[in-house]
């Protein structure tokens, strides 16, 4: 399961940042194994070596044995195992040019004991314990002491991945604002957000949209296609073909421009005089419903996870799906 990378260090150097961090860390299903890998943004300056004599992994029976250190970078690792401390040293060969952009220096692969199951396992920096050193070419190298707490890889917690499409053309939504418990998941190369390391129990879930495109899809059509729903005539045209087909729920979300909860002619109005550019108390907003909402009948979805989020309950490794809608864009042209 992965996991959050909270430890982690900021290095300011002679000409930008840099940065050494934990991710990826991964404990197997019946908690016998776990691995963690430690990652090095370089910052502007390319690193010619690096020195941990810092690193930890914790457990109160010590009854752990690290299984392996792999070096993956091309560089010389070497390394000092002792009785829950480990000492990493990578240097650049001659051959090799210095580290730049992101690199990742070891993999670290522990055994786990079933006593540590219950007991907990950490590994991390114990600051109390010396520096790490990244070395520059030619320049002197920087040091830090300090960093986060250290990473629990039993207590990895559970991942959420988010993915966001519109209701009418299935078109992922990537630039929205995602926030988890207030806090920001990474985007995924498939456009979804994705937050690690949940604990069990509730998560409050924000999606805030700042896509353009609300003028030009704002149309005297949407302010005919909200009349048809305000008198009760539960279809709407489609903005393709024309033919009449039953309201879907999210077009009676979109149709409720002033968030009423109703759909009346007062919408109907605000829709038509925005689509002319006159000002109206309301402007159009994404709106964001959880595809597995179950739906009444003629009724629209309840649980919009936009403004102040929604409280959703996490146990396990999830994939959610949300739908958007823009509010005024009743025909989702
Ligand atoms: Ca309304
Ligand atoms: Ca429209």
């Known amino acids: 399961m992965p996991t959050t990378a909270p430890s982690s260090a900021n290095f300011a150097t002679s000409s930008g940042s840099a940065k050494i961090y934990f991710k990826n860390a991964v404990t197997s299903a019946d908690k016998s194994r776990a691995s963690i890998e430690l990652w090095l943004s370089t910052g502007a300056d390319g690193v010619v070596s690096f020195q941990a004599y810092s690193l930890k992994y914790l457990s109160t029976l010590g009854a752990i044995n690290a299984a392996g250190i792999i070096d993956e970078t091309g560089w010389g690792l070497t390394k000092n195992l002792t009785s829950g401390g480990i000492e990493l ?9 210095p580290l730049t952009g992101e690199a990742k220096v070891a993999t670290l ?24 050193e990244l070395g ?8 830090y002491n ?16 988010l993915t966001l499409y519109h209701w009418k053309n299935h078109a992922i939504i990537a630039d929205s604002v995602v926030t988890i418990d207030s806090t920001v998941p990474s985007k ?8 690690t390391g949940l ?33 009760g005539v539960d279809s709407i045209n489609s903005s393709s073909t024309g033919a009449s087909n039953p309201a879907s729920p999210y077009q009676r979300a979109a149709a409720d421009f002033n968030g009423d909860g109703k ?7 605000e829709i038509l005089k925005y689509s002319i550019g006159v000002t109206t108390a309301n402007t159009p907003r994404w709106q964001f419903y959880d595809e597995s909402e179950v739906i ?9 996870f936009s403004q102040a989020g929604k409280t959703v309950s996490i146990n396990a490794d999830r994939n959610m799906n949300l739908v958007a809608v823009l509010t005024g864009d009743v025909d989702g042209s």
């Open 146 to 161: 300090e960093l986060a707490a250290p990473l629990n890889l039993l207590s990895s917690g559970s991942a959420l991945d």
């Open 296 to 304: 009444a009948k003629g009724a629209k979805p309840a649980a919009d």
């Open 109 to 132: 692969t522990f055994s786990l004991s079933e006593l540590s199951k219950t007991d907990g396992f950490w590994v991390g920096f114990d600051r109390t314990q010396g520096a790490i």
């Open 89 to 97: 040293g990578a240097y650049k060969p001659e051959s090799k040019t």
């Open 136 to 143: 520059y070419q030619g320049k002197q190298p920087v040091q």
């Open 199 to 231: 604990s069990d129990g509730s998560h409050n879930i924000q999606v805030n949209a700042t896509s353009a495109d609300r003028e030009t899809a704002i149309s005297l059509k949407d302010a005919l296609a909200a009349l048809k729903l305000a008198i």
């Open 263 to 269: 759909v009346d002619l007062k919408d109907a109005l």
């Open 188 to 195: 995924t190369a498939a456009k979804s957000f994705l937050a």
